[in-house]
């Protein structure tokens, strides 16, 4: 059994670069946009704002079929946006069990600005203008501590950030939002089996199961700022993260109550034993299937009413889990800020 969590692997997920178109394309001519239509683009108009100027123009969506991953956004004549899961296109596959470094998301990149010029009409010239979404992650093997690591991730404060909504699956996901970023933990394995056709699925069988063998747990941080991120951040994206994870944990120790928690906080509420011994049933239900296992179990009113309850005794029903005791991500911070 582990006693500790360690560091599996780190790097970019998904990315979202805008291209500056530099050749003029001729949106007014039919025949140019029955061509791009004829590409498989999808034709829209919209208002979008770049560089602080509200632009009113027609734009164009493409979604690969050979990479799957790849969505394109065509707007005004003037910019592309390219948005990609980077270990899913390197790999060309529906599975990233590992994450792509900054060189290897640079590549990417160049092939993505050759692609995406080939597919529009003319194959005008682009070149890179902004980095509008980095999403940095690491991979914990994190074991029977699973749980935990997810319950905590629901208590991570992204620096900076004045108003944040968070919730929490137990042992399945937590995610916390700002308006600018997004903070998540999930169960990879259990992601793998969700997301992946049946056929995949079958296909993956092995690596579903070493991963949830594993209790692989990824920590992500996707970061969307307004202006755009600075190109260098991709080569410092380690250090950030890791400075990331050590402010939005306190330092990277976090105590996880669990149920023992709960169940002294229902007994202190004076209940009728009754009451009592079936709000920690379900808590103790809940804790172990988590959201999805326990709507299986429960029929859907039943679920959300007893769920209502806790909120209506003050109870933090989201933070249980079935794990109790200390989580400490400090030597995950240290191995990132070191990488």
């Given at each position: 059994?582990?006693?500790?969590?360690?560091?599996?692997?780190?790097?970019?997920?998904?990315?979202?670069?805008?291209?500056?178109?530099?050749?003029?394309?001729?949106?007014?001519?039919?025949?140019?946009?029955?061509?791009?239509?004829?590409?498989?683009?999808?034709?829209?108009?919209?208002?979008?704002?770049?560089?602080?100027?509200?632009?009113?123009?027609?734009?164009?969506?493409?979604?690969?079929?050979?990479?799957?991953?790849?969505?394109?956004?065509?707007?005004?004549?003037?910019?592309?946006?390219?948005e990609?899961?980077?270990p899913?296109?390197?790999?060309?596959?529906?599975?990233?069990?590992?994450?792509?470094?900054?060189?290897?998301?640079?590549?990417?990149?160049?092939?993505?600005?050759?692609?995406?010029?080939?597919?529009?009409?003319?194959?005008?010239?682009?070149?890179?203008?902004?980095?509008?979404?980095?999403?940095?992650?690491?991979?914990?093997?994190?074991?029977?501590?699973?749980?935990?690591?997810?319950?905590?991730?629901?208590q991570?404060?992204?620096?900076?950030?004045?108003?944040?909504?968070?919730?929490?699956?137990?042992g399945?996901?937590?995610?916390?939002?700002?308006?600018?970023?997004?903070?998540?933990?999930?169960?990879?394995?259990?992601?793998?089996?969700?997301?992946?056709?049946?056929?995949?699925?079958?296909?993956?069988?092995?690596?579903?199961?070493?991963?949830?063998?594993?209790?692989?747990?990824?920590?992500?941080?996707?970061?969307?700022?307004?202006?755009?991120?600075?190109?260098?951040?991709?080569?410092?994206?380690?250090?950030?993260?890791?400075?990331?994870?050590?402010?939005?944990?306190?330092?990277?120790?976090v105590?996880?109550?669990?149920?023992?928690?709960?169940?002294?906080?229902?007994?202190s509420?004076?209940?009728?034993?009754?009451?009592?011994?079936?709000?920690?049933?379900?808590?103790?239900?809940?804790?172990?299937?988590?959201?999805?296992?326990?709507?299986?179990?429960?029929?859907?009113?039943?679920?959300?009413?007893?769920?209502?309850?806790?909120?209506?005794?003050?109870?933090r029903?989201?933070?249980?889990?079935?794990?109790?005791?200390?989580?400490d991500?400090?030597?995950?911070?240290?191995?990132?800020?070191?990488?």
């Amino acid at each position: 059994m582990l006693d500790v969590i360690s560091l599996n692997a780190h790097g970019c997920d998904t990315v979202r670069v805008n291209f500056r178109v530099l050749d003029s394309i001729p949106e007014a001519d039919p025949g140019w946009r029955s061509e791009m239509l004829g590409a498989g683009f999808r034709h829209n108009s919209q208002t979008f704002l770049e560089d602080g100027e509200v632009i009113n123009s027609d734009s164009y969506q493409y979604q690969d079929e050979r990479y799957s991953t790849l969505r394109l956004n065509l707007r005004g004549g003037s910019y592309l946006a390219a948005e990609f899961s980077a270990p899913r296109l390197l790999d060309d596959s529906p599975v990233n069990t590992r994450l792509a470094s900054p060189g290897e998301v640079d590549e990417l990149l160049e092939f993505v600005g050759s692609y995406a010029s080939a597919l529009i009409p003319g194959a005008p010239a682009l070149e890179r203008h902004k980095l509008s979404r980095l999403d940095y992650a690491a991979d914990l093997d994190a074991g029977p501590m699973l749980p935990g690591v997810i319950s905590v991730g629901a208590q991570f404060r992204i620096p900076g950030a004045r108003k944040l909504s968070s919730y929490v699956y137990p042992g399945e996901t937590s995610t916390v939002r700002s308006s600018w970023a997004t903070f998540r933990a999930y169960a990879k394995g259990r992601e793998l089996h969700e997301k992946l056709r049946p056929a995949d699925r079958e296909k993956y069988a092995e690596v579903i199961r070493l991963t949830r063998e594993k209790g692989v747990t990824r920590m992500e941080f996707s970061d969307r700022k307004r202006g755009g991120l600075a190109w260098d951040s991709l080569n410092t994206a380690s250090v950030g993260f890791s400075e990331r994870l050590q402010q939005g944990f306190g330092g990277g120790v976090v105590l996880i109550g669990g149920l023992a928690r709960l169940e002294s906080e229902i007994s202190s509420l004076g209940l009728s034993s009754q009451r009592e011994s079936s709000l920690l049933k379900f808590a103790t239900r809940y804790a172990v299937l988590g959201e999805d296992g326990m709507k299986e179990r429960y029929s859907k009113p039943t679920f959300y009413r007893t769920k209502r309850l806790f909120l209506d005794y003050g109870l933090r029903l989201d933070d249980v889990c079935s794990f109790e005791g200390e989580i400490d991500l400090r030597p995950v911070i240290e191995q990132l800020r070191a990488a």
